[in-house]
């Protein structure tokens, strides 16, 4: 497909555990964003990437957050030690280039959810 | 920083009926602004955007004029249907510095036949 695709669609975790949440974005776009989404609320900035460069993680919520890009296409969110404030929708975006005033796309999210 | 306000939801509707959902914003200089739709079970779309003050976005019947003296980019439709059925955020991009989206908290809209 052409549009951005995260996996897995839904991850149930215990408090405590890592999970990994994966990201491809349409290929050739160079600028990937992460946001969290809480319930009922509109989505929240966590990072942003230019290639493999992460040039905003103002977002992030913590250290135990980390994100990479390593080669510049697929994306992947990490979180550690998993605590229940962190159960929410993590989105994934895309867009062509950081320059022009291309729109963001997204992708369906990963709904987390830490018992 | 840059913040967005929407009108609290759920807004319902008849088939038909005049939509109108408020955004006002609050930035420097010349953002961008957007309005984005989540359908049920679906992820965002970008419905329309302006980028400059008194440009028009529109797209499938939706319309958004970018004031800038109110600070204000208000969702207006002239004729809702049952498959607008959805949640409405609307958003802005600063004019320089972070390219990320700042997001309203994003207003439901129930349209009942």
């Known amino acids: 497909g052409a549009g951005v695709s995260q996996s897995p669609r839904y991850k149930v975790a215990k408090r405590g555990q890592d999970v990994a949440l994966r990201c491809d974005p349409i290929s050739g776009h160079v600028s990937l964003f992460w946001y969290q989404q809480a319930l009922g609320q509109g989505p929240e900035f966590l990072t942003y990437?230019?290639?493999?460069?992460?040039?905003?993680k103002s977002g992030l919520p913590s250290d135990r957050f980390f994100a990479e890009r390593p080669e510049g296409s697929v994306s992947t969110l990490k979180i550690q030690r998993t605590q229940q404030e962190d159960s929410a929708v993590y989105l994934c975006?895309?867009?062509?280039?950081?320059?022009?005033?291309?729109?963001?796309?997204f992708g369906d999210g990963t709904r987390l959810s830490i018992l | 920083g840059d913040s967005v306000t929407q009108m609290e939801g759920p807004v319902t509707l008849s088939e038909e009926a005049f939509l109108t959902i408020n955004c006002t914003y609050t930035?420097?200089?010349?953002?961008?602004l957007f309005w984005y739709v989540q359908y049920p079970g679906e992820g965002l779309q970008l419905l329309l955007k302006a980028t400059k003050a008194d440009d028009k976005g529109s797209n499938k019947g939706f319309e958004a004029t970018y004031r800038k003296e109110t600070t204000s980019f208000h969702l207006e439709k002239g004729s809702v249907q049952v498959s607008d059925s959805a949640v409405y955020f609307c958003a802005l991009r600063g004019y320089t510095g972070r390219r990320a989206l700042t997001f309203g908290s994003g207003t439901r809209l129930q349209v009942q036949p």
């Open positions: 975006a895309s867009s062509q280039d950081p320059v022009s005033n291309q729109p963001q796309h």
């Open positions: 990437f230019q290639n493999e460069a992460q040039l905003d």
């Open positions: 930035a420097t200089g010349y953002p961008s």
